[in-house]
């Protein structure tokens, strides 16, 4: 696609249940972040992928979380047993090559309360 | 691991006045670095970016950002703000694969 595109863009869900974020990224971009914004925290890195696979996973923040890429495109975030310090707002982003050059392209995000 | 440091979370500027938003970061081991806009109800954008060469690096819409390896800093600047520079700024600096993001400057221009 054009951009970066991330759903649902606003999810609301009670506290307990577990809620699946998507994200499509730019066609032909191998690499794949997502990040966590939270009011005031700045931009947290959770986990990159390199095509289906994720070298780096170390910003997840328990064992609720966890993600996976296929066909080196789709990305599902999966939060388990979500929590109200879980809100948030869930950005994907990719990239073409080498990120010291390109930068990323960001989606819109999702925003998740947790009620 | 690299970090950046961005001192200011709020800088209230009148229209048309100059601005600076101050970035400092954590290494000058190959330092590659980053400004990212994000207006209001808007995904994050790209602004600029400093890879190697020229210390300054100027965006199209009139910021430009200097690299100073003395001060380890990668401050932004515009000499002349509009009302529609509203938004929120976010330095980052390469760690790896990834980036990493400073906590972000508001700006508000203010008529």
């Known amino acids: 696609g054009a951009g970066v595109s991330q759903s649902p863009s606003n999810k609301v869900t009670e506290k307990g249940k577990d809620v699946e974020l998507r994200c499509d990224p730019i066609?032909?971009?191998?690499?794949l972040y997502w990040y966590r914004q939270s009011l005031g925290q700045g931009l947290e890195f959770l986990i990159y992928?390199?095509?289906?696979?994720?070298?780096?996973k170390s910003g997840l923040p328990s064992d609720r979380f966890s993600a996976e890429r296929t066909g080196g495109s789709v990305s599902t975030l999966t939060i388990q047993r979500t929590q109200q310090e879980d809100s948030a707002v869930y950005l994907c982003?990719?990239?073409?090559?080498?990120?010291?050059?390109?930068?990323?392209?960001f989606g819109s995000g999702t925003r998740l309360t947790v009620v | 691991a690299q970090s950046v440091t961005q001192l200011d979370s709020q800088v209230p500027v009148f229209e048309e006045a100059p601005v600076e938003l101050r970035c400092n970061y954590s290494?000058?081991?190959?330092?590659?670095l980053f400004w990212y806009v994000q207006y209001p109800n808007q995904g994050l954008q790209l602004l600029l970016k400093?890879?190697?060469?020229?210390?300054l690096v100027e965006s199209i819409n009139g910021f430009e950002a200097e690299f100073n390896k003395s001060q380890t800093s990668f401050h932004l600047r515009k000499p002349s703000v509009h009302i529609s520079d509203t938004a929120e700024y976010f330095c980052?600096?390469?760690?790896?694969?990834?980036?990493?993001f400073g906590a972000g400057t508001i700006l508000r221009v203010k008529s």
């Open positions: 400093y890879l190697s060469g020229s210390t």
């Open positions: 290494s000058s081991v190959s330092v590659y």
């Open positions: 992928f390199q095509g289906n696979s994720a070298p780096d």
């Open positions: 066609s032909g971009h191998t690499a």
């Open positions: 982003a990719s990239s073409l090559g080498q990120v010291r050059l390109m930068g990323y392209t």
């Open positions: 980052a600096v390469k760690d790896g694969n990834k980036l990493v």
